[in-house]
């Protein structure tokens, strides 16, 4: 009593007709012979219809993916005037990208013990202790406070966090971070093409394709990429947290940062920020504060990351003026040039000689 499947007629609907069959069959063109013929592969297709040498060269490097669509230019700006040293960025980068932890050790730099930025340390921030040797104030049983405030020794709002809040010791705190230059050395640098731009115009180590030659580690004039000799032995640094910046979120460092002292954003909103900033820091007294990175200077082109200081960049060992290595490139060849043509001559002169 059951019920007969239904059976199904390929005259019914052509549409939907088998490949092979006489409907599709007849849907092809014609094949044309003589001059007006295409010109065709000796061999048969492979695959999706390429010739083999396509097929084979996509096994090995995988089919081409075309680029992602260009995105606004992203970056950091740290504000170290609103750096309170809690250290927030630094956990929250190491938990979201996995990073291991290194022994604590007494470094005697404050309360750094951090020291540097490194292949399992992609934040840092900075604990510069601004210490000047002093002599007492005379006479001695005047108010050493006061007395100083006469002199215009401590400035009516202490610059950076002071020690304590009423001396002119203070500390100097910055969360440092891999700057994403605008021309980055490290990129220029790589012979394999592991570090590329990414469609938010930030730096990014490919790992499957670094081969731990360290040039860009030698090349970057701020001491940020590193290789990790004690895990993949390829050469690591901040993405940005390019996974967060593909789903629409901030990096992990901006989005723990409880002061606001990492700000992220596009890069020339970023900018004008930072010169307004400037601006009201300096009607309040802070004359000494500047900023690092923001005009195009720098590496001929500007940082992604830039930074607003409250003291000489040399403070916060960030170089005045960072070399760019290319720049060397052509000149060195011209000289190589040269000399292997003096020596040349020279050594046809002399064996002519001879």
Excluded at 146 to 154: D, E, L, M, V, Y
Aim: charged share 20%; aromatic share 8%.
């Amino acid at each position: 009593m059951g019920s007969k499947p239904p059976q199904h007629n390929s005259t019914q609907d052509s549409g939907s007709s088998p490949i092979g069959s006489t409907t599709n069959r007849e849907l092809k063109s014609p094949p044309v012979y003589g001059r007006g013929a295409p010109l065709r592969s000796p061999w048969p297709p492979i695959g999706n219809g390429s010739f083999p040498i396509e097929a084979v060269v996509d096994a090995l490097v995988g089919a081409k993916v075309p680029p992602p669509p260009s995105q606004p230019k992203m970056g950091f700006f740290t504000d170290t005037s609103l750096c309170i040293g809690c250290k927030a960025c630094e956990v929250a980068c190491k938990q979201w990208n996995q990073l291991p932890a290194k022994d604590p050790v007494w470094t005697g730099s404050s309360y750094d013990n951090t020291t540097h930025l490194s292949a399992i340390a992609w934040r840092h921030v900075q604990f510069i202790e601004a210490i000047e040797p002093h002599k007492p104030a005379l006479p001695l049983l005047d108010d050493p406070i006061t007395q100083a405030k006469r002199n215009s020794t401590i400035p009516q709002i202490p610059p950076g966090t002071a020690l304590p809040f009423f001396n002119s010791e203070r500390w100097l705190m910055r969360s440092d971070v891999c700057k994403h230059c605008a021309h980055a050395p490290c990129q220029e640098a790589c012979p394999t093409g592991a570090l590329i731009r990414t469609e938010f115009d930030t730096v990014y180590v490919q790992q499957d394709i670094c081969n731990g030659c360290g040039y860009c580690v030698v090349t970057c004039p701020f001491g940020v990429i590193a290789r990790d000799d004690a895990g993949t032995h390829t050469a690591r640094k901040c993405t940005l947290c390019y996974d967060r910046m593909k789903d629409g979120m901030k990096p992990a460092c901006a989005q723990a940062c409880p002061t606001n002292s990492i700000q992220y954003g596009e890069v020339e909103q970023l900018k004008a920020h930072a010169r307004e900033r400037l601006g009201l820091l300096h009607e309040r007294g802070l004359t000494e504060a500047r900023l690092y990175g923001v005009d195009d200077n720098i590496l001929d082109g500007g940082l992604n990351s830039s930074f607003l200081l409250l003291d000489e960049p040399e403070a916060y060992n960030l170089p005045r003026n960072p070399p760019r290595p290319m720049k060397n490139v052509v000149p060195a060849s011209l000289w190589s040039i040269l000399a292997a043509v003096v020596l040349g001559i020279f050594g046809m002169l002399f064996f002519r000689d001879k």
